[in-house]
DNA sequence: ACGCCTACCTGCTTGC
DNA sequence: TGCAAGCAGGTAGGCG
């Protein structure tokens, strides 16, 4: 489900509506949800009582800043939700974690296809953010008694919404990189919060071919690719995310971004500049729309 | 580095 | 109607 308008939008809502609060219990109903390798009572027994001082995002995982300065790490991967519910709500039986606040009301974690993850970190180590190389050989390590919270991102790409985020800096890592432009856009290692379907609207509005290699890419492209990759989030979270079937805010209602798409789950619509028939191909396992007019195919290449 | 495969899960849609 | 196949906002791990 989630990308980075759709984490941010959550992130935003319950900032709103639990900073401050404090979790009385938390129920398990799904021990997979906690992330390995803390088993699901110990994370009931040490997240109650926590006061929740401060909600953000990093890529596409929720951050519950906690007010011992732990962190509690909501990744929805798919179908995953946080949702705030008043007393009287009646249950969820999607809720796979249901956190009991003081003032009676709850924060459900609602996740049909059980894929998203929770972790809890000690304090301190968040801001060693980096690009760094290799996400998966600096994992965080099962067993290490000690771990922590920066290292989950370590290997986590820029966040294309910061200053930092330059069109130089894009140029630089595109520079380097053979891949096709779809497989890097949703690489989190090369940059992180975009999935499928921001993906797929930053490349049509680029007019760039989703197969294109990276390093082929003349100046004005890349020029063209940083600002609808901004362009596609910032619009993203604007209109609260786009929901097809799971998604919905910490609110419980469902953004209004998916009307807006122009690609996406469009197969054989019109393209809104040409008119001609959006195309589906499969491109890394994942489907992928774009107008075959607008983003010219890359010419094959028997050069070596 | 790159690309492909399988797993993890459940529900909805499509086609015969 | 029933039933199987295909599809879904993501990612981890394995292989060549």
Redesign the pocket.
């Known amino acids: ?3 980075l308008p ?1 984490v941010e939008t959550v992130a935003r809502d319950l900032q709103r509506l639990v900073a401050g609060a404090t979790i009385r219990d938390a129920t398990v109903h799904w021990d ?1 949800t906690i992330r390995h390798p803390m088993p699901a009572e110990r994370f009931a027994a040490e997240i109650a009582g926590a006061s929740i001082r401060r909600v953000d995002r990093r ?2 995982t929720v951050l519950l800043h906690l007010a011992d300065g732990r962190v509690m790490t909501v ?1 929805l ?3 995953g939700a946080l949702i705030v519910a008043d007393p009287g709500t009646p249950p969820d039986p ?1 809720a796979r974690i249901v956190f009991a606040l003081e003032d009676g009301r709850e924060l459900r974690y609602r996740d ?4 998203g993850r929770i972790g809890l970190w000690p304090g301190g180590g968040l801001r060693s953010v980096g690009a760094g ?4 050989s600096r ?1 965080v390590e099962e067993g290490q008694r000690r771990y922590r919270i920066g290292e989950v991102f370590s290997g986590h790409g820029p966040e294309p919404l910061t200053r930092s985020f330059t069109s130089a800096r894009f140029a630089e890592r595109l520079s380097r ?4 432009l779809k ?2 856009l ?1 690489d ?1 290692s090369f940059i992180s919060g975009v ?3 921001y993906a797929d609207e930053a490349l049509w509005r680029a007019r760039l071919h989703p197969l294109r ?2 390093d082929t890419l003349d100046p004005a492209e890349i020029r063209r690719l940083h600002r609808t990759v901004r362009q596609v989030l910032r619009e993203g979270i604007v209109n609260r ?7 919905v805010g910490a609110d419980g209602e469902p953004g209004a971004n998916a009307e807006r798409l122009a690609v ?2 469009r197969t054989d619509q019109p393209c809104y500049r040409c008119g001609r028939r959006i195309q ?1 191909i499969v ?5 992928t729309h774009f107008c075959p007019h607008c983003q010219r195919e890359p010419v094959a290449s028997d050069e070596p």
Not at 133 to 136: E, I, P, S, T, V
Not at 177 to 180: E, G, H, L, V
Not at 283 to 287: H, I, P
């Open positions: 489900m989630p990308e759709e997979r890529a596409k990744a991967r798919m179908t999607y049909v296809r059980k894929f190389r290799g996400a998966r994992r990189r053979s891949a096709k497989t890097l949703l989190q999935g499928n379907i290699a990276a995310g786009s929901s097809f079937s799971d998604y996406y789950r589906r491109v890394g396992q994942r489907s």
